[in-house]
């Protein structure tokens, strides 16, 4: 059996985050979900991690930036793409 058969919970509780920012590659990917379906401690703090980020992605849609700050963005934007370009 290879070394990453299978990953245990700290292995999973180091990577959740990124787990769930799907900033995994496929392999990790898989291994996580296979641990999730076996272990109900981590498939719980998964879900509260997971409930937690979908709130925190509600309340930040309902505030509205400052005008200067959407014109920074906007210029940082620009800059950036204007640089891709170069």
């Given at each position: ?16 985050d ?6 995994l590659n ?25 409930e937690v980020?979908?709130?925190v992605?509600?309340?930040?849609q309902?505030v509205?930036?400052p ?11 620009q800059?950036?793409r ?5």
């Amino acid at each position: 059996m290879r070394e990453l058969d299978r990953f245990n919970c700290e292995q999973v509780f180091k990577r959740l985050d990124d787990y769930l920012d799907r900033e995994l590659n496929t392999e990790e990917t898989e291994l996580i979900k296979e641990h999730l379906e076996i272990c109900q401690w981590c498939a719980d703090t998964y879900e509260f991690q997971a409930e937690v980020l979908v709130s925190v992605r509600e309340r930040v849609q309902r505030v509205a930036a400052p005008p200067q700050l959407r014109d920074r963005i906007a210029a940082a934007l620009q800059r950036a793409r204007a640089e891709s370009t170069e």
